[in-house]
């Protein structure tokens, strides 16, 4: 597997996967029980940390991390203070033990593009964790994408507007009078988003994190909010494109499927991505405010089609898709490496944690 090893004087061997460094990969050279692994990571705080900043991912290959309980223990390990209790996201997820979640309940078919985790919001979190309790038969792949190299290589004149007028998204949800969990076009209800029904709290939230809410209908909602587009990383400076316009512009959908298509080759990808053409094109001719998830620059100006597609073009010269092997670790630096997931088939279970 490794092309670059570095053996270090502890029992967990390091190494990559082969031309990238993305992510790096921790592997035990000997059998040791989670307990050590346990102390290794509570101990060896510094080199795991700086590992995390210069890499931006860590994957933990081979270790006894036999279920959720296994992996919550490592969430406590890292000694994080803030670890992820209310997800305020786009994505259908279940609770699993305390800061452990399902990473998405959405259909297997259904891709993912890449974002950093919530990066719609003012404090998304700095780490994102995943476990593979089990990994599938095909696909399903959780790749990654280095922002830094993204934000160095996206056209110049997208770059300079996003800094001129930052990033507007409009998103619409349903709210309790609908029963439906999910639908093509939205991913989830207001209720389940801010997990209450109570009003007050709703918009406690919404001035937290600087959502207008404009409600109408029975009890549906439109949130709108700005956001920069670029993130400074906290600790190293450094500059990553963050924002959600992967998986909010109508276009990044159609793009990411044809693309997948000609990763997958399978039928089934094939399939989505005529039927995702087919129902953008309609979406196209409806307009804008059609939209039940909406991104443009931040004055309002459309990010057009063409431009979607040299951003796709960007995350996609750079993205990474190792496929999970169940057991696996991954720790992500969220201010400088965005994920998403492939279509896959067969049973899979992914598990996500956080640390704000
Ligand atoms: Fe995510």
Request: net charge positive; aromatic share 14%.
């Amino acid at each position: 597997m490794s092309e670059t090893n570095t053996v270090t004087k502890e029992w967990i061997r390091k190494s990559f996967v082969g031309k990238t460094k993305l992510p790096i990969v921790y592997e035990p050279a000997e059998e040791k029980p989670l307990d050590e692994l346990l102390r290794w990571i509570r101990n060896q705080q510094k080199e795991w940390r700086e590992d995390l900043k210069t890499y931006g991912a860590i994957l933990f290959r081979g270790f006894p991390v036999h279920q959720a309980s296994d992996f919550q223990e490592i969430l406590f390990a890292t000694e994080e203070k803030q670890l992820g209790e209310f997800y305020l996201g786009t994505s259908p997820r279940d609770e699993v033990l305390k800061h452990v979640f399902t990473a998405s309940e959405l259909p297997s078919h259904y891709p993912i593009m890449q974002h950093a985790e919530m990066s719609f919001l003012d404090n998304p979190p700095k780490f994102l964790f995943f476990y593979a309790e089990k990994a599938s038969a095909y696909g399903g792949e959780t790749p990654l994408t280095d922002l830094r190299l993204v934000y160095q290589n996206i056209d110049p004149k997208i770059k300079e507007k996003i800094e001129k007028y930052g990033i507007r998204y409009r998103r619409r949800y349903d709210g309790p009078s609908s029963q439906k969990r999910f639908s093509v076009w939205k991913t989830k209800r207001w209720d389940e988003m801010f997990g209450t029904t109570n009003l007050d709290k709703v918009n406690q939230i919404a001035k937290e994190n600087r959502f207008q809410l404009d409600w109408f209908g029975e009890d549906s909602l439109t949130i709108t909010n700005h956001q920069s587009g670029f993130r400074t990383h906290p600790i190293a400076g450094t500059i990553a494109w963050h924002n959600h316009s992967q998986t909010f512009h109508y276009q990044a959908g159609v793009s990411e499927t044809w693309k997948i298509f000609k990763k997958q080759k399978t039928l089934r990808s094939f399939g989505v991505a005529v039927l995702l053409t087919i129902l953008t094109s309609f979406k196209k001719l409806l307009g804008p405010n059609s939209h039940d998830v909406h991104v443009t620059y931040g004055n309002g100006e459309e990010i057009s089609p063409k431009e979607m597609k040299s951003i796709t073009n960007v995350f996609w010269n750079h993205m990474v898709a190792i496929p999970w092997q169940t057991g696996d670790v991954l720790f992500i630096d969220n201010f400088s490496v965005s994920h998403g997931r492939l279509p896959y088939n067969g049973p899979r279970r992914i598990l996500v944690g956080w640390a704000d």
